[in-house]
């Protein structure tokens, strides 16, 4: 049974970097799995961020890519997001999930998801 | 970018009904769509990928069909535990997703 869980700071300060870990279990996060990040500010819908393979291929919205980068640690099985220069606008509800298969244009669907985990952009 | 546009936003139903919920491309997808359902405070969870593909465990009340720039999500008899939002997802081009079906109990 895949399990992913997201871990980091609730509240972050304009203009500084959201920094989140998700720490995947019962799966080898080296195994045909993609990984990536989702988001949702409260109330609101759904946005897909940016997806890793293990080997550091990554694959990001083009809206969000200046300001995104996702990372991968095998030994830990562990990957993770990195956004700067947030706003509140980055308020939301961040999810790590699994995601099928990613090209070079586009990542598909996600059947494993963490609880997502509640960040605040507030001075 | 692909924009996802669901209807309607907000749907009336009770329990025993067959309800449909459409979900329309900007542009062609060929057939690289997926359902969710989400539950207040809780992650989504896939129901189905490709269009139609019931995704492993969901009941087959639950089905998907469509290609090209119009989708459909049918769910052929609600049951209590269906009252959710539910969302698209375009995996043709990047990925986004619309936003948001409401099913609410009647």
């Known amino acids: 049974q895949v399990q992913l869980q997201e871990s980091g700071p609730g509240l972050v300060k304009p203009p500084e970097t959201l920094s989140l870990t998700c720490t995947v279990s019962g799966y080898s996060i080296s195994s045909g799995y993609y990984w990536g990040w989702i988001r949702q500010p409260p109330g609101k819908g759904l946005e897909w961020i940016g997806s890793?393979?293990?080997?550091?291929?990554?694959y990001y919205n083009p809206s969000l890519k200046s300001r995104v980068t996702i990372s991968v640690d095998t030994s830990k099985n562990q990957f993770s997001l990195k956004l700067n220069f947030v706003t509140a606008a980055d308020t939301a509800v961040y999810y790590c999930?699994?995601?099928?298969?990613?090209?070079?244009?586009?990542?598909?669907?996600?059947?494993?998801w963490g609880q997502g985990t509640l960040v605040t952009v507030s001075s | 970018d692909i924009q996802m546009t669901q209807s309607p936003s907000t749907l009336s139903a009770s329990v025993g009904d067959r309800v449909t919920i459409t979900c329309r491309a900007s542009q062609s997808i060929s057939r690289w769509l997926a359902w969710y359902q989400q539950k207040p405070g809780t992650a989504p969870k896939l129901l189905i990928y490709?269009?139609?593909s019931l995704h492993n465990g969901v009941p087959s009340r639950f089905s998907g069909s469509g290609s090209g720039t119009e989708f459909t999500l049918t769910i052929s008899s609600l049951q209590p535990d269906d009252f959710a939002t539910y969302y698209c997802?375009?995996?043709?081009?990047?990925?986004?997703f619309g936003q948001g079906t409401k099913l609410e109990i009647k």
């Open positions: 490709e269009a139609s």
């Open positions: 999930a699994s995601v099928a298969y990613c090209s070079s244009t586009s990542c598909y669907y996600s059947d494993y």
């Open positions: 890793i393979y293990h080997s550091g291929s990554t």
């Open positions: 997802q375009q995996y043709n081009s990047y990925s986004t």
